[in-house]
């Protein structure tokens, strides 16, 4: 069972600084406030305050109830659920842009916890429902980052009930790195602010597994590790491949 703990306690876990420029955030091109302009941001501005965390901070933890949705402006968050028996299992991962919240408005069903040094945009959920209805930019922004969404949690089914230990990793490595060219990164390389372990927690295996499989792709030339947790991917098409079982 979960360690018991406070509510979130803005000190603690997060803190909260003055209103940001919107117009200037490095997370609006991929953010749900990408199609928003002139008073459309000052809005959204005058809606929100800035978050900050350090890594292993939470947001939110699972149980909470959490009044708020986020949207992440720069750093990167885990989520995961603690099983009755202990087990922790990773739901997702999000980058610079993500928006967190889309889920149901009771207690949290998943702890937010920031994996690197974190700031985000946080708005309160009434005063975002009020966006919603103002801004019809704002809403059909966020129906279409939902089916994204909604995409990927049928992607991560597929590749939990069916796919290889091999597979998974190498579809793990292959979107990311997709990810990572959206937010301005280099092709062919990506950086792994999660832990081995949390790889593991988040594709179905265990540790072991995902530390064997590297060793493989390394030998087989797949990949390549480099200093400061970045792994180079000398060829994405066959990593590609073998992540859609054709390898």
């Known amino acids: 069972m979960p360690a018991p703990h406070a509510a979130m306690v803005e000190p603690a876990d997060v803190r909260v600084e003055d209103v940001h420029p919107c117009a200037t955030c490095g997370a609006r091109p991929l953010g749900v406030c990408a199609d928003l302009k002139g008073h459309e941001l000052q809005g959204m501005a005058c809606a929100s305050e800035t978050v900050t965390a350090q890594p292993g901070q939470a947001l939110f933890h699972e149980g909470d109830p959490n009044p708020f949705v986020f949207n992440v402006v720069d750093g990167a968050v885990k989520l995961y659920r603690l099983l009755p028996d202990g087990r922790r299992q990773i739901t997702g991962f999000l980058f610079q842009g993500d928006f967190l919240g889309l889920g149901g408005r009771g207690p949290s069903s998943f702890t937010a916890e920031a994996l690197t040094p974190l700031s985000a945009c946080r708005f309160r959920r009434n005063e ?31 590749l939990l009930g069916r796919k290889t230990a091999r597979e998974r990793i190498a579809s793990f490595l292959t979107r990311l790195s997709a990810r990572q060219v959206q937010l301005g990164g280099p092709e062919g390389r990506v950086h792994l602010p999660m832990t081995r372990l949390d790889i593991a927690d988040y594709l179905g295996l265990t540790i072991e597994t995902v530390s064997r499989v590297f060793t493989q792709f390394k030998t087989s030339g797949l990949i390549q590790l480099l200093p400061n947790n970045e792994v180079a991917l000398p060829h994405p098409a066959a990593l590609k491949a073998l992540g859609e079982g054709a390898g």
């Open 128 to 158: 975002f429902d009020q966006l919603l209805n103002a801004l019809p930019a704002l809403e059909h922004r966020l129906v279409a980052m939902a089916g994204d969404e909604l995409m990927a949690a049928q992607e991560q089914i597929v």
